[in-house]
């Protein structure tokens, strides 16, 4: 089975530090995503990977950077936590072949909140 | 753009009734369809999958059917459990070689025993 990890479930930062959340998958996946989830809004795509070092923004990139160094490791980084920041984010990976078909497989989440 | 639209929850069912959640959307092209399952203190899974007109998914007695010409993908199942209680999404991928999702908003279901 394919395992995608968080590193934290739970996460406490302040306004203005920079927050970085880790997601690492061990299936050598191409494809990897952070989400946020609200309650309401369901899930809605931060930024998206196709390779190390590639990056592309989703539909609420602002006030968020990601990093993909290494084809497991996809972090996303808050470079100046604030109180809207507060949220359920949530990584997943896909394999680079199956175009459109292949399900997308996700972490159990980081529950972020910003004081 | 695309978007995908469910029925509003909470939804609350006592045990072995029957279960529909509207899904229906809006894509340019042939987009495959999804339902995912979040079940509490998880991420989400792949609960079935469409990828053409008419296709039917199906698992663990749920079921989907892709219909273009209403364009939707309403999630059923006969007779729910208590283990069913969880949050479900529907969405979809544009096709091709775009791996991007785009989610409804989610409903809570809610099984009584």
């Known amino acids: 089975d394919v395992k995608v990890t968080q590193s934290s479930r739970y996460l406490v930062k302040r306004t203005g530090e920079k927050v970085f959340l880790e997601c690492v998958q061990d299936m050598d996946h191409e494809n990897m995503f952070w989400y946020r989830q609200d309650p309401g809004l369901g899930l809605r795509l931060i930024y998206f990977s196709y390779d190390v070092k590639m990056k592309e923004k989703g539909d609420i990139p602002e006030g968020y950077s990601v990093s993909r160094e290494k084809k497991e490791r996809f972090s996303l980084i808050l470079e100046s936590a604030s109180t809207n920041q507060t949220s359920m984010y949530l990584c997943?990976?896909?394999?680079?072949?199956?175009?459109?078909?292949?399900?997308?497989?996700f972490g159990d989440g980081t529950r972020l909140s910003i004081l | 753009g695309d978007s995908v639209t469910q029925m509003e929850g909470p939804v609350t069912l006592s045990e072995e009734a029957f279960l529909t959640i509207n899904c229906t959307y809006t894509?340019?092209?042939?987009?495959?369809l999804f339902w995912y399952v979040q079940y509490p203190g998880e991420g989400l899974q792949l609960l079935l999958k469409a990828t053409k007109a008419d296709d039917k998914g199906s698992n663990k007695g749920f079921e989907a059917t892709y219909r273009k010409e209403t364009t939707s993908f309403h999630l059923e199942k006969g007779s729910v459990q208590v283990s069913d209680s969880a949050v479900y999404f529907c969405?979809?991928?544009?096709?091709?070689?775009?791996?991007?999702?785009?989610f409804g908003k989610g409903t809570l279901l809610t099984v009584n025993p």
């Open positions: 894509a340019t092209g042939y987009p495959s």
């Open positions: 969405a979809l991928s544009e096709g091709g070689s775009n791996y991007k999702l785009t």
């Open positions: 997943a990976s896909t394999p680079g072949w199956g175009g459109s078909n292949q399900p997308q497989h």
